[in-house]
């Protein structure tokens, strides 16, 4: 497992999949190094990329001055019932990368019945 702040000073020369509703995106760093976010789905649950807030290419062969994860829970039953579809649990996860040239918000979104994990995964990808 990797912190979402190792991607801090690499430089990017591809990321792969980043469009809304995935649930996996690929980062290549120039070295080599590969760094994916990505859900384990499980029963009962569902976590996907719902947003991408910026350009993409802002992102690309410069170096990344942040890279911040955050996350918002809201368990409110009364809430989540009228408004989000019966789900006893709901996770938004926000992934903020900022380089020199702009920055970019990838928002996640997690639920299930709260037996499940909504976390998003952050991996170094080795062979």
């Known amino acids: 497992m990797a912190k979402f702040n190792d991607l801090e000073g690499k430089i990017l020369t591809q990321i792969d999949v980043a469009e809304q509703f995935s649930d996996q995106i690929c980062f290549v760093c120039n070295n080599g190094d590969r760094y994916q976010l990505l859900h384990y789905q499980n029963c009962c649950e569902s976590v996907y990329l719902s947003d991408i807030t910026g350009d993409i290419n802002d992102l690309l062969n410069t170096p990344i001055l942040l890279a911040e994860e ?25 992934y903020t990368i900022r380089t020199i040239k702009g920055s970019v918000d990838l928002r996640w979104y997690g639920s299930s019945n709260g037996y499940y994990s909504e976390k998003v995964d952050f991996e170094k990808v080795t062979d």
């Open 70 to 94: 955050r996350d918002s829970n809201d368990t409110d039953i009364n809430w989540l019932n009228k408004n989000s579809g019966n789900y006893d649990s709901e996770t938004f996860t926000f």
